[in-house]
């Protein structure tokens, strides 16, 4: 079983940032691809970033892209997101998720295995 726990979230005004963080149980954290997603009222969940198994290769969404940052310590079994600019718009639960048999990376969260909880973030205008 993998466990996921987000932290990091909060109420910051717009142009602030903010650094979320995932901690994952298990052996073999290095062989996850992993994400994070959001979901905000009234809105399916949507794809936010990824990061490959290495962490040489991360992927964005048209949205963030330019503003976050997802990266992976795989000795500490965390992956990061470091929010900058932060927009109203970014508003939401945000997620962590970890596909542990694939091998690849992608958008869609039917993909991965594992979720965190969620932490909130706010973003106030």
């Known amino acids: 079983q993998v466990q996921l726990v987000e932290s990091g979230g909060g109420l910051v005004q717009a142009g602030g940032s903010l650094r979320l963080s995932c901690a994952v149980s298990g052996r073999t954290f290095s062989s996850y691809v992993m994400g994070w997603f959001r979901q905000a009222p009234g809105k399916e969940r949507e794809f936010v970033a990824t990061i490959r198994r290495s962490g040489l290769g991360t992927y964005y969404a048209d949205s963030v892209k330019g503003r976050f940052t997802i990266s992976r310590d795989n000795a500490k079994n965390t992956v990061y997101l470091q929010m900058n600019s932060l927009k109203p718009e970014d508003t939401a639960v945000y997620y962590c998720?970890?596909?542990?048999?694939?091998?690849?990376?992608?958008?869609?969260?039917?993909?991965?295995?594992?979720w965190g909880q969620g932490t909130q973030v706010t973003v106030s205008s």
């Open positions: 998720a970890a596909d542990v048999s694939s091998g690849s990376v992608y958008r869609d969260p039917l993909r991965y295995d594992y």
